[in-house]
Every structure is written in C-alpha cells, then in structure tokens.
C-alpha cells in the first residue's frame, strides 16, 4: 500500500463526499538486471564480489596432530605438552600460529590469542566446557586466521560472563577476533552469549561446518567485512539480530553469504541482517523475527533454498532490489511478504501471507514523519497517486502464491507480468485491492487468477500483451465459493476456490483467445458470458482512485 494512512484518509474523505452528492555467479558486480519484456534495467550497481569464497582444506574440518600442542585444562590445572601456549591467572595465552588441541573444562577461563605469525592460529575443540567470568571465553587480538575445528563426535560449550570489566568492554562477543573467524569440523558448539554477541569478527566470518547453537543477549553472529556459510547446523536464539554484517562504509564489503546449512533463528529484531547484500544460494532456513527476516540495506538476492519465515514486520526486504532466481520460500506471517524498490521474481515456489501488501514495491523516502514511520522502519512510499519512476514488481516465472490483508500485489510504479503462475487471494476490504499500481499494470505473459474486494479495483492497463477478464460482482462471495471459466465448447480453462471471499477478479492467460466467447460462474448463483475483443475485457468498475 503506498502511504496506510494516507489512502485510509482518502478513502474516509471520499465516503464523505459520496454521501454528501492505486544467477549465483563467481563474481557480482554488475549492474542488476530484471528479465522484463523489454530487458530493462533498472537499478543500482551492486559492488560485491563473489571470489572463491570456501577453501576446500579447511571446509574439511581436518587438522593435524602431529607437531600439535596439546592442551588439558581442569578447574584449578593446566597441562600444556607443546609450544605456543601459557597459562596464568586463569588466562591461557596463544602466542604461535599452529595448531592447539584443547580439551577439559573451567568455570573461570579466558583464552587469549596473540600471533604475528604468518600461520593460522588453529584451536581444536575436542570437548571443551568452558565459562569465562570476566570477558569472551575466547578473545582473539591478532593472528593470520582464527580458526576453529569442532572434532568429530565431540561437545563443546563456551559462557561468557554478563558483565565486563573496564578492559574487557570492547571484547563484546563469547567468541571474539578482530581477524577472520573460520569456524569447521563435525563436532557441536554451544554458545551461551550473556553479555551481548555470541560469535563475532571484526573482519570475514566463514563457517564451513559443525552443529553451533548460540543464545544471546545480543546479536547471533556478527561480521564486519562479511560472512559466508557453506555447511553446519546452526541454531540461533537471539534478542537482537541473528546474522549479521555491519561494514557500512565499504559497499563492496558487509555482506552476507550463504550456500548451504540448515539455519533456524528466533529473534527479536533481523533473522538475517547485511549493509550491502544478502546471497543465498541454497540451505535450509527457519526464521522466526520480530523484524524483517531477512533485510539488506542494498539488495537481496535468493538462488536456491528452503525458507519458512514468520515475520513481525518483512518476510524478505532490500531498500533496493530483491531478485529471486529459484527457491522455495513460504512465509506464514508477516506485515509485508517481499519488499523492495524493485521486486523480481525469475522462478521460484512462494507462498506469501502477509497482514498488509504481499508484494510491495515502493521508493525509500527521506522526507517520511514519525507520524508515517511504520514500527520505526525506513518508510516506502510516498503520497497516495505518487508515481515513482524506479518501483518496479516483475513475475518472469515461478509459482507465486499470495494471501494479504490489504494489497495483494502493490508498487507505487509498474507491475509487469510475463511468465510464471500467479494466485491472489487479496483484502476482503474495500480500503485495499488484490493488485494496486500507480504506473502501469502490463500482463504480457504467464497467468494470474487475483481475487479481492472491489473498493479500490483497478484493472490491468490497455498496453498488456496478454488477454485479461477482469470483473467485479455486486456482492461478496463467501470463503470456497468456486470460479469456474468455460470456453465455447464447455472445456474448464480454469477453476478456483479462494480461501478468502471476494467481490472482483482479475484473470489472464494464454488460454484466452481473440474472438473466443467464455462463460465464467459463480457457484450456482452468478453466469456471465464474456467475448474477447480487446486486451481487457468483462464487466467492472474502477474502485475509487482506480486507473487504466
């Protein structure tokens, strides 16, 4: 919807009036493209850059023992059989790049990492219980990599404490480095993170494998640069966001990756949180957010994956493009299913519900009000009729199923529909219509069955390629009341059941031919026949504010 309050004004004001007399790639750093009848593009540059993002040896997890320190740590002793460590005062220090097997448990322990050289710092966690009562259980200051391998057929925990000293406040995460963090292996990791983040990098975060579960007080996993998951089961409990990038001030960098795993986050703000982009090209994700699921300041790319979302606010929102190319993406709540200035949808099995718009597209605004501010998020859209030049939703291909309480499908610019499959079971108010536009509404391809309440109905426009029905009734038809379309010889075209009831229809496919006469009914109650003469056809009324 393009302004909630604006257009349940408008509406009011005219009830008024009425009584008185609208491809994973290696490398991303081209312009985003959408797949529209003309090819148009669109938008903004995306500056990140996909290079060989995984080493195939550490993605194995495996490590050396041979020439390995090895490390057994008891409450009151530690017994160190190697170089590179020491230990005092509660506090096991890391000094050489190599590697460390650490095993045994401690109520009051820091491990602190501190290597100029040139290896990587390795840390073998092989059934480590570890709690730290001042400071991350694991504080990496300086090495080539941090890496963390979690031995197979292992458990291993890490608590930090609530509180941190003077020195220690910077230090705000269990598991700490200011250099990049691997994390790999087969074995579990639970972080329990009180005081604020559970596993953090000032630089790239990457993991490659393991069973990581982490409770927070703050943010799940946080990266700076970026973070890049290709394997491991992660389960994150979080009062703030879940996954996390926060470089904002390199466009090329604070970015979020992901190829694979089996992801399931509860939190109170983001699910998964970029400055720049989100990439995913494949794994399995259960999000449950109070905020957006899934957001990026820039763009949001889906490539493959399995997502169930139940969102407070967005299911997936970029402030600039969401393409999804393929996936499987099925929000079972949200106030906005997908959200962005441009939307494109190339293929892909989407079930959206949504309280508000299913679809919103929509320019940032700079000039918004706290009185317009939705839930303090950046607010889409201008004034009711405002016609923005770059809000764009195409539906290249792919199955798409909506159920929305106000705008099935919204864009304060142009909705372009070429291929795929499109199902709308919109608003059964007359504030909100099934599809909403302020440019243009062009169906040139595919099909779309959108049903609604006919307040606001708006069908599509007269340059669509494709032929439309496009009706309203002058009743409402209750829930599972069945549309059946029939062609001249009696053969069903289509036939739908909403689960939602409704006053108007939109419908289009390939199916309708020129000169073709269709019977469409109701029920038993409603038959009406329709001949195809010009690219939209049937017997509606424009809602209020409606346009062609």
């Known amino acids: 919807m393009k302004n909630k309050y604006i257009k349940g004004f ?113 840390l073998v966690l092989n059934n480590v219980n570890f709690t730290s009562k001042d400071g991350a259980v694991i504080n990496c200051q300086s090495a080539k990599n941090l890496v963390i391998t979690l031995a197979p057929d292992t458990e291993n925990s890490l608590t930090d404490s609530s509180t941190r000293s003077d020195e220690n406040t910077d230090v705000k995460a269990a598991v700490f480095s200011k250099d990049d963090l691997i994390i790999n292996g087969s074995g579990s990791l639970s972080v329990k993170a009180n005081y604020k983040n559970g596993i953090q990098s000032k630089d790239d975060i990457q993991i490659l494998g393991g069973k990581i579960s982490i409770t927070t007080a703050g943010n799940g996993i946080v990266g700076k640069d970026k973070v890049a998951i290709k394997d491991g089961t992660i389960t994150i409990n979080s009062k703030e966001d879940g996954i996390k990038a926060t470089n904002s001030e390199d466009d090329s960098k604070g970015y979020i990756y992901i190829t694979g795993g089996d992801i ?34 820039i763009n949001v790319t889906i490539n493959g994956g399995t997502f169930e979302i139940a969102s407070g606010d967005d299911g997936i929102h970029a402030d600039e493009n969401l393409v999804v190319e393929k996936g499987d993406i099925t929000v079972t709540a949200s106030y906005e299913g997908l959200e962005a200035t441009v939307i494109t949808i190339n293929d892909g099995e989407l079930n959206i519900t949504a309280t508000d718009d299913g679809l919103n597209s929509a320019e940032a605004s700079a000039s918004t009000t706290d009185e317009f501010d939705m839930k303090n998020r950046k607010s889409f859209g201008g004034g009711f009729e405002e016609v923005s030049e770059k809000a764009h939703i195409y539906i290249n291909g792919g199955n798409l199923k909506i159920s929305s309480g106000g705008d099935g499908i919204d864009s304060n610019g142009t909705i372009e529909i070429n291929g795929g499959n499109t199902i709308v079971e919109g608003p059964e108010n007359d504030g909100n219509t099934a599809v909403d536009y302020s440019g243009n509404l062009l169906i040139n391809g595919g099909s779309i069955a959108a049903t609604g309440s006919s307040g606001m109905f708006e069908a599509p426009s007269d340059d669509s390629g494709q032929y439309t029905i496009a009706m309203t009734f002058e009743k409402n038809y209750d829930v599972k009341t069945t549309i059946t379309i029939k062609d001249s010889s009696g053969n069903v075209i289509e036939e739908i059941s909403p689960d939602k009831s409704f006053a108007a229809l939109i419908y289009s496919s390939s199916k309708l031919l020129s000169q073709e006469t269709y019977t469409l009914s109701i029920g038993d109650s409603y038959s009406e026949e329709v001949t195809i003469t010009e690219k939209i056809n049937g017997s509606y009324k424009q809602g209020m504010f409606g346009k062609k």
């Open 10 to 122: 408008l509406v009011v004001l005219c009830i008024i009036a009425l009584t008185l007399s609208v491809s994973r790639c290696s490398k991303i750093n081209n312009d985003m493209t959408t797949s529209s009848s003309d090819s148009e593009e669109v938008t903004k540059v995306s500056n990140v850059v996909i290079d060989d993002e995984f080493s195939d040896k550490l993605s194995e997890g495996s490590y050396d023992e041979d020439g390995a320190t090895t490390i057994v740590v008891t409450d009151n002793k530690v017994n160190i059989d190697g170089e590179g460590a020491e230990y005092s005062n509660n506090e096991l220090k890391i000094t050489a790049g190599k590697t460390y097997i650490i095993s045994g448990e401690s109520e009051d322990i820091n491990i602190l990492v501190n290597s100029s050289d040139e290896e990587n710092v390795v």
């Open 264 to 297: 399931s986050i509860e939190c109170s703000k983001d699910g998964i949180q970029a400055e720049t982009d989100v990439i995913i090209e494949g794994g399995s994700f259960s999000i449950e957010s109070n905020d957006d699921a899934i957001h990026s300041n």
